[in-house]
């Protein structure tokens, strides 16, 4: 029997332990399953159900097969809205569940900001090239906080975003007209090597150090207005040593890898932060590469800072983890043998 709605996706629910999902648009439901079911098989694995595929409708069984109908509607509303499902969307969905309040009240942007909220509960950064999604609630309250506070912090493990939402904003902050150049900084400290003589002029010596911005920004804009932009210096991206000295005014500003920078650095660093100018720092404090006995600006940071209005404190921990699934794992090993106090 066809769906009474021929435009949409709709449900049959029946007191039973099957729940069964009718669509429409056989196109769609292509997309949604994925190429050769991968995307059904996704959703099995992180919700523990079975998805069986019956022409135009899957049935599911499992304890959360109305959770897993929930996520195949949203995903199916998605790519009516002419957007894609790749692994990471799927991930979202699950992760994030259904929203307290589908509307954007209380998400704190300014006017001419483009970011939204939809109804899946999702925030939308637009930027040159793509548009980027928060996936955990971690990460929709960080990308609230960029927005509402001048000054923010993430801080958690590697693979949650932190820098890359931070760049994405910090583009779309700079398409939208509300800062004139993008600052992005890293302190030049050794991650645990020792890379001896660099060749070449000092940008040969400090680039490989600064390579994960580039790769950030290389997402975000086309590559020959990427080039441009930095051969004007719209976007600057250097060592945190070379911000000493400097008033960064009307930019947006990034401070990454910030557990290697020392109290001083630190200091000297946040208090660069011009008029019209929002700042944003992130760091992990459990890949610390500095000396032994020299103290992170980081901790110290969380520590001076914790109680001054107008600074936001964002955290993430290996469940906010949006790279590949056995990342999460490897930090939550190595938090069990070593905890970090």
């Known amino acids: 029997m066809p769906p009474s709605d021929p435009t949409s996706a709709s449900s049959v629910a ?134 509402e506070n001048e000054l923010a912090f993430g801080i958690g493990p590697a693979g949650t975003g932190k820098t890359y939402i931070a760049v994405a904003v910090a583009v779309n902050q700079m398409m939208s007209g509300h800062v004139d150049k993008i600052i992005l900084s890293r302190p030049a400290v050794e991650a645990g090597e020792r890379l001896g003589f660099l060749p070449g002029d000092m940008k040969d010596k400090v680039d490989p150090y600064m390579q994960p911005l580039y790769d950030a920004l290389n997402d975000f804009l086309p590559g020959k207005q990427l080039a441009k932009l930095i051969e004007e210096k719209t976007i ?48 992990d404090r459990t890949q610390v590469d500095l000396p032994r006995g020299v103290s992170s600006g980081l901790s110290d940071a969380e520590r001076i800072l914790k109680d001054v209005s107008g600074i936001s404190f964002n955290y993430f921990t290996a469940k906010d983890v949006v790279r590949h699934h056995m990342v999460a794992k490897i930090i939550e090993a190595y938090d069990k043998e070593a905890p970090v106090g």
């Open 236 to 283: 600057e991206i250097a060592p945190l040593a070379f911000m000493r000295g400097r008033t960064l005014s009307n930019a947006y500003v990034v401070l990454d890898e910030a557990q290697n920078a020392t109290s001083m650095q630190m200091k000297m660093f946040l208090t660069r932060l011009g008029q019209g100018s929002r700042m944003v720092i992130t760091g």
């Open 14 to 147: 029946a007191e039973s332990p099957e729940r069964t999902i009718e669509f429409s648009d056989n196109r769609l439901l292509i997309e949604l399953c994925g190429e050769y079911d991968r995307n059904l098989a996704q959703l099995e694995q992180l919700l523990s159900v079975q998805i069986n595929r019956r022409g135009n409708i899957l049935a599911i069984l499992g304890e959360a097969r109305d959770r897993a109908a929930e996520v195949l509607q949203g995903l199916y509303e998605r790519l009516e809205q002419g957007k894609e499902v790749e692994a990471g969307d799927i991930d979202a969905a699950v992760r994030l569940g259904k929203p307290t309040d589908g509307t954007a009240a209380g998400t704190g942007v300014r006017d001419g900001d483009q970011i939204e909220m939809f109804k899946g509960g999702t925030l939308e950064i637009g930027t040159r090239k793509k548009t980027v999604e928060p996936r955990t609630k971690a990460q929709q309250d960080y990308v609230r906080a960029l927005y």
